[in-house]
Nanobody
Framework: QVQLVESGGGLVQPGGSLRLSCAAS????????MGWFRQAPGKEREFVAAIRWNSNPAYSDSVKGRFTISRDNAKNTVYLQMNALKPEDTAVYYCAADRNVILSSIGDPDQYDYWGQGTQVTVSS
C-alpha cells in the first residue's frame, strides 16, 4: 500500500523560508515521478514542482527561482525548499507520486495516482 506523508508546513512571515518533506512507502521510490501541488481556499489544485526519476525538475512559473525540489532515493523522500515566500503561496501543499507521468503533462494532477494528506503553509505577517 502506497503512503505519502508530508511534513514541514507552518506559519512563516513574508520573505521567509520553509522546507517541506514527503516520505514515501510502499513503492519503488527511485522509479517514480514525485510532484508537489497546492490548493488555496476556493481555488483549484495547482502544480508547484515535480522531479522525475532521473532527478530532472520542473517548476511552475509562479515559484521558479524561489522553490527547489529535490529527492533522496536512499530515504524515499522528496523535499520542497521554499524561499522568499509570499502571502499568495498560502495553501495546503500536497505530495503526489506516479510511475508513468508523461513529461508534457508533468503539471497535470490527473497524471498522479497517489497523494498525501497535505500540509498547511501560511505566509502572513
Amino acid at each position: 500500500q502506497v503512503q505519502l506523508v508530508e511534513s514541514g508546513g507552518g506559519l512563516v512571515q513574508p520573505g521567509g523560508s520553509l522546507r517541506l518533506s514527503c516520505a514515501a512507502s510502499g513503492l519503488t521510490f527511485r522509479t517514480y515521478t514525485m510532484g508537489w501541488f497546492r490548493q488555496a481556499p476556493g481555488k483549484e489544485r495547482e502544480f508547484v514542482a515535480a522531479i522525475r526519476w532521473n532527478s530532472n525538475p520542473a517548476y511552475s512559473d509562479s515559484v521558479k527561482g524561489r522553490f527547489t525540489i529535490s529527492r533522496d532515493n536512499a530515504k524515499n523522500t522528496v523535499y520542497l525548499q521554499m524561499n522568499a515566500l509570499k502571502p499568495e503561496d498560502t495553501a495546503v501543499y500536497y505530495c503526489a507520486a506516479d510511475r508513468n507521468v508523461i513529461l508534457s503533462s508533468i503539471g497535470d494532477p490527473d497524471q498522479y495516482d497517489y497523494w498525501g494528506q497535505g500540509t498547511q503553509v501560511t505566509v502572513s505577517s
